[in-house]
């Protein structure tokens, strides 16, 4: 791993597979850092420049004062890219880092080759902003190891977690590991979100990929932002919030399958 200075941050990153392959970039989620994306990296390092990083405020990256944007969010990657020498890339993100893939879709179309977003929303109504407000004030309050459980019960489906006991341990660990600062931060981005009128103005060849049991990210609302993106692709995998861990197999294949039609 690497620490690259932009005009405005200091980000983590890490790089696998061949420097002059096409870049992949991989974008984590809220309360995760880039060691998510191992089972894609070994499975796709032998055909892509890979490119995982840290959000601002997580893992390595450095955690400049809040709220965030997913503007900001944005603009850190094409600011990665740049420090890179990468011109345009594969971009794959899940949950907060699927929200930032519909950004650059949005507002740096010319920047990317494709756009996979996955187990995420492209907004929220007065329920779901009442719920970050709650888990705001919670983590205000006592910190993120009270929710660490409750984390983890989002994110996989309970035979997982049964199954998985020491990769389930590991993620404990990142979860616990993550800047309260930096986490809370990302949450007013998130607070923020509202990309549904302008999905259709997509014109990045796109895949969403959801869960069946995703609660945060359902796939009744990933199918709908499927349909508002001409010619993108839809699948729906066995899993819970983080299904690139949960179900790495059929994620890869389905990846896979999108990154060359490409």
Not at 148 to 173: G, H, L
Request: negative net charge; aromatic residues 6%.
């Amino acid at each position: 791993m690497a620490t690259i200075k932009t005009a405005t941050l200091e980000i983590n990153h890490r790089e696998d597979g061949a420097a002059d392959a096409p870049a992949l970039i991989f974008s984590n989620s809220l309360g995760a850092d880039l060691s998510m994306w191992q089972a894609q990296v070994d499975h796709f390092k032998n055909d892509y420049r890979i490119v995982r990083y840290d959000h601002r405020g997580h893992g390595g990256t450095a955690v400049p004062p809040g709220p965030y944007s997913f503007e900001d969010l944005s603009m850190d990657v094409v600011a990665l890219m740049d420090a890179l020498g990468i011109e345009r890339a594969h971009f794959v993100g899940l949950s907060m880092g699927g929200m930032t893939a519909l950004g650059l879709a949005i507002d740096h179309p010319d920047r990317l080759i494709s756009a996979t977003s996955c187990n995420c929303v492209a907004g929220y109504g007065p329920e779901g902003l009442k719920v970050w407000d709650e888990r705001i004030a919670a983590i205000s309050a006592n910190g993120l190891e009270p929710l660490i459980e409750t984390t983890i019960s989002r994110w996989f489906t309970q035979p997982t977690i049964d199954s998985r006991a020491s990769e389930m341990n590991a993620i404990r660990a990142m979860i616990s590991a993550t800047s309260v600062e930096g986490y809370l931060a990302c949450c007013g981005a998130l607070k923020k979100l509202n990309y549904l009128d302008r999905l259709s103005t997509i014109t990045t060849p796109t895949l969403f990929i959801a869960g069946t049991h995703d609660l945060g990210a359902p796939a009744a609302a990933m199918q709908d932002m499927h349909a508002q993106v001409s010619g993108s692709r839809y699948v729906e995998l066995d899993a819970a919030h983080v299904s690139n861990i949960e179900r790495p197999s059929e994620f890869n294949l389905a990846l896979g399958d999108f990154l060359e039609s490409v």
